[in-house]
């Protein structure tokens, strides 16, 4: 087998012109300085954001520009991290018009090797031992080194000692080290300007430190760039689905990911959103749940209690509500923070489906038409399932308009609708799944 060294040269450079430009790695164009071999960076986010997408971003980036990367995945299976090479790969050739795609797939696949592991635990020992494997048998050595679903729950002296020795075992082998880290809502600001929990006490030991904002696409900011005191500001966007960064006059990605890839958003209740959850654990996927203390919805996978500064962000006055809807509602605070609730779900979603009733006025019947009405108000893609007509329909803008069955092509949606499922509507969900992910298990 071919010996590979750190870096190839290839005649062709397309690439160069074209891949890497839609990298998420250009934030650090102009910066002070890029990552050097022993430096880490991380890219921090909540679950479900893209941190994966990202990594492998920074892994097509690198071997497609001659260096050898391995990526080293924690908890996940290597069929899952090939496949999100693969799509993400076929989706930057296709936005980037990119000429010799082939042979641009083998240098990636020659520069990269792939290693995952069923556990979240990365010791200096692993690590060593993982680069001592490829170099003996494939005479592979690593000029970058990713690693995804690190554990950094350790406590802060021992957290410290352990990423220094990480980066030690690295700089020994001249690789450079990108990880992802995940937050959590109670510990992150909405718009953080430094290095945040789980990483804060390691800061000093992070040499760039980016973080990705779920908005419309996925705002992606410079919180640490080596010793600047104040990192410059970013406007970059990327896509929510791929994490590449998007351009004027970009559609919406195709990427066929796996359904491991995706995230449910919900509320958890039962009927509907029971049905939407039993779905994504059927296939996989990861869910999440919005609720609230005092509320107990019936499912509880992946459940986030939101606080109430965070509830708040989704308040709203029952009178715009009632205008909106063309009805009234209870006004009780539970029901307002359900629908605080559903700000959270729809803000962050790619896209929105709904089962219920389209009623004359073009509104959805019951509370969670609100969720139909963000998803107008945000211009999300909006589905809904009417349980009378027995077929689906879409927003175009104006009108509702019949539509074939759709299928899920956004990485995190919002599955929602009424407390009062009929057969057609639990047939109608399970067909969404089955024709947007049955030939991709």
């Given at each position: 087998?071919?010996?590979?060294?750190?870096?190839?040269?290839?005649?062709?450079?397309?690439?160069?012109?074209?891949?890497?430009?839609?990298?998420?790695?250009?934030?650090?164009?102009?910066?002070?300085?890029?990552?050097?071999?022993?430096?880490?960076?991380v890219v921090m986010a909540r679950a479900g954001v893209g941190k994966t997408a990202f990594l492998v971003q920074v892994g097509i980036d690198h071997a497609l520009r001659?260096?050898?990367?391995?990526?080293?995945?924690?908890?996940?299976?290597?069929?899952?991290?090939?496949?999100?090479?693969?799509?993400?790969?076929?989706?930057?050739?296709?936005?980037s018009g990119l000429v010799e795609r082939e042979e641009s797939r083998n240098e990636l696949n020659t520069n990269r090797v792939i290693q995952a592991f069923t556990d979240a635990t990365l010791s200096p020992k692993r690590l060593e031992e993982s680069v001592r494997l490829y170099q003996e048998s494939l005479g592979f050595e690593p000029a970058l080194i990713i690693v995804d679903g690190f554990d950094w729950s350790q406590a802060g002296s021992e957290l410290g000692c352990l990423i220094a020795q990480i980066k030690d075992s690295a700089k020994k082998v001249g690789a450079k080290l990108w990880m992802s880290a995940q937050t959590h809502r109670d510990d992150v600001p909405t718009r953080p300007t430094g290095v945040t929990e789980p990483c804060k006490d390691v800061a000093d030991q992070i040499e760039i430190a980016v973080f990705l904002e779920p908005r419309k696409h996925i705002g992606i900011r410079l919180l640490k760039d080596h010793d600047a005191k104040h990192p410059r500001d970013t406007e970059l966007v990327l896509d929510p689905d791929t994490m590449r960064l998007i351009k004027d006059g970009d559609r919406p990605s195709a990427a066929n990911l796996p359904a491991s890839a995706f995230t449910l958003l919900s509320g958890g209740a039962k009927g509907s959103e029971a049905t939407f959850g039993e779905m994504a654990e059927r296939y996989g996927m990861t869910e999440v749940c919005f609720s609230f203390a005092g509320r107990t919805p019936l499912r509880t996978r992946g459940l986030v209690e939101l606080a109430p500064d965070d509830l708040r962000r989704g308040a709203v006055s029952s009178l715009y509500v009632e205008s909106q809807l063309h009805r009234t509602f209870p006004a009780d605070e539970a029901f307002q923070k359900v629908l605080q609730t559903i700000w959270h779900q729809v803000t962050t979603a790619g896209e929105v489906f709904v089962i219920g009733a389209i009623q004359e006025d073009g509104t959805v019947?019951?509370?969670?038409?609100?969720?139909?009405?963000?998803?107008?108000?945000?211009?999300?893609?909006?589905?809904?399932?009417?349980?009378?007509?027995?077929?689906?329909?879409?927003?175009?803008?104006?009108r509702w308009v019949n539509i074939a069955a759709p299928t899920i092509r956004h990485t995190r949606f919002c599955g929602t609708g009424t407390v009062r499922i009929e057969k057609t509507g639990r047939q109608a969900i399970a067909q969404l799944f089955a024709d947007s992910f049955g030939k991709r298990e």
């Open positions: 087998m071919e010996p590979r060294g750190k870096s190839r040269n290839t005649e062709s450079h397309v690439h160069k012109n074209t891949v890497s430009e839609r990298s998420p790695l250009r934030i650090l164009d102009g910066s002070m300085g890029e990552v050097h071999d022993g430096d880490l960076g001659g260096e050898t990367v391995l990526h080293l995945a924690l908890g996940q299976t290597l069929e899952h991290v090939r496949a999100w090479y693969d799509a993400l790969f076929d989706d930057l050739a296709s936005a019947r019951g509370g969670t038409g609100w969720a139909a009405e963000l998803a107008k108000r945000f211009e999300k893609p909006l589905y809904v399932f009417d349980q009378g007509r027995q077929s689906w329909l879409t927003w175009s803008g104006s």
